[in-house]
Structure formats: C-alpha cells, structure tokens
C-alpha cells in the first residue's frame, strides 16, 4: 500500500462543501470527487490534487442555487418568516433592557455603578448583544424552516436584512456625508448589522452541521 | 411546444454523455466524458444540477451502487437515459438540424 492512498481531501474544503450541497447529491458527490482525488494524487501529486480538490468545491458550491431551485417557495417563505421576526424581534432587546434598568436604577447607584457608564456603555452594548442573539435565533428557525437548503435560506436572509438596513439608513448616510462627525453613527449601525448578518449565517451553519451529523449517525447504525 | 420539449446546450451534453458511457455512467465517468470530449473544465456540481434537474423531468433515471472503498466507502449514484430522454435528444437533434439546413457553417469556417 503506499502513501498516496491515505491522504485525504482538505477538510475545510470538505466541510464548506457539506454545508452547500443537498442531501441527495451528498453520498455521491463527496465519493466522487474522494474517488478522482485519490487517483490524482498519486498520479500528479498531492498539492495538485489538493488544488483540483478546491477548484471542484468552490465551483460546486457556486452551483447551490439547485438547492434554492428544488424548493424556492419553502425558501422564500422562510426568508419572508424570516424577515416578520426580525421586524417583531428586534425591539424587544432593547425594551427589555430598558425596562431593566428603570426598574433597578436606584440598585445600580446604590452599588456606586455612575449613571452615565450605564447609558453610555451598558445599555448600548446589552441592547447589541440582545439583537445579535435575536439574528443568531431567528436564523435558527429559518434554517429549521428550508429544510436542506438551510445555507441558501440564511444567507438570502442576510443579504435582505442588509439591504433593507442600508435603505433604511439612507437618511443616516446622508447626516453623515454632510456633517462627519457623526461617522460614529453610522460605524455603530454598520457594526451591528455586520453582527446580526454574521449571527443569522452562523446560526445556518450550525443547524446544517447538526441535521448533517445527525444523518450520518443515522446512515451508519 | 413548451421549452421543456428541447434540452438545454449542457443538458444536452450530459444527455449524450450518459448515453456514450451505458451502464458506467457515474459523476465520475460522466464528468470526464465531457471534459474529454468537450475540452473544457466541468464541475461535478454542474454535472449534478444538471442530472438532478433532467430526472425531475423524467429524462433520466439515477440508482445506487454498492460503496466502495476507493470511494470512502460512499455508493456510486448511476444514470441512465429513459425513453423520454431519448426522445427529447432526437426532438434536440431534429430542431438543430432544421436550423442549420442550408447553412454554409462548413464552407465559411473553412
């Protein structure tokens, strides 16, 4: 046996491709390209096979619109329920907060916490990490929805929740380009979005990886 | 006549492909016909939409093989053309020839 035989594909490159293709086109896809790799490399080299291996994935992953193709009205329907709670879900943070701190004002004086720390740096950042918990769970529930086009589901999401914060922010954008020192704003508003993006593919991810091992615990009892 | 009577330029080749290679048609095998005679990079992800979008017409038709090792222990996913297919190849063929009667393609690339 030599050496050759034993390499294997790059994981990244494996699990970037499990996250994209179907359920259907999983088994075999991944054996065929484990088969072509394998002959690769022993003919041409590992890092050359390693390479046809990328190239593969990459262009396979470009053709994951055949996930949002097989079930388009399951995957809008998800973005859409989608995009209903985020518009319902993301005030709340902020209510619950400040609902939290008039409730306990007078605890947080009495623990010698200064006022302005509170408004200025707590809440802020309380009501930030609340929001991106909301995207990180509303992407959940969007990923559970498209079953098996969970990625497509939550990034379609992302980019919609993006371009309606950048229409909605137009004014924002504006303030800026006239007066500079409110960079700052659009800087906070900016991160946060890029957080809440980030959390709903994030949250996508992990549902795929768990329904993909929980298919292969099931396809190996 | 509805534009699903035609196949499409690339389901066209995978059709032919699947038809030249007969009972050894796999990913593997289609996607390397195609590269061998076509002359161009083709991914196996392409091949798949495309295999996957002509069985949900009912042109082709897909099986599971046994896994084998050289595979990581994953099965094979076999195709072959239905008699739809086969009618949809000769209606492809059918319209591409009328098209081009009387053309002097040959002559002017010559």
Redesign the interface.
Known sequence: MTQVSVVQPPHIAVWLLDLF??E??R??????????F?GLASKSGVVSARRWYW??SL??????D?GF??APLRIAGAVLLGLLLLWVGFPLPGRAILAIVVRYRYRFQGAGVPARFIGVVCVPLAIQIGTVIVAMSVGCVVAVAAKGAEMIATMMLSLALSALAVLAHLDLMWVMLHLPYYFFLLQHEVVFLAFSSIAIVIAGVIIRMSRSSAAYRFSGA | MSSRDFLGEFEHIVVLAVLRLGDRA???TV?QEIEFRTKREV????V??TL??LEAKGYVKSS?GDPTP???G????FFHVAAEGVAAVNRTHRVLQSMTEGLKLVERNS
Not at chain 2, 43 to 46: E, F, K, L, T
Not at chain 2, 74 to 77: L, V
């Open positions: 293709i179907t259907k086109q088994e075999s896809i991944h054996g065929d390209l484990f088969e072509e394998s190239r593969q262009k396979t992953i470009a053709h994951a055949t193709r097989a | 796999y990913g593997v996607r991914s196996i992800g392409a798949y939409a996957d979008r599971l050289e595979r990581g994953r099965s094979k996913r």
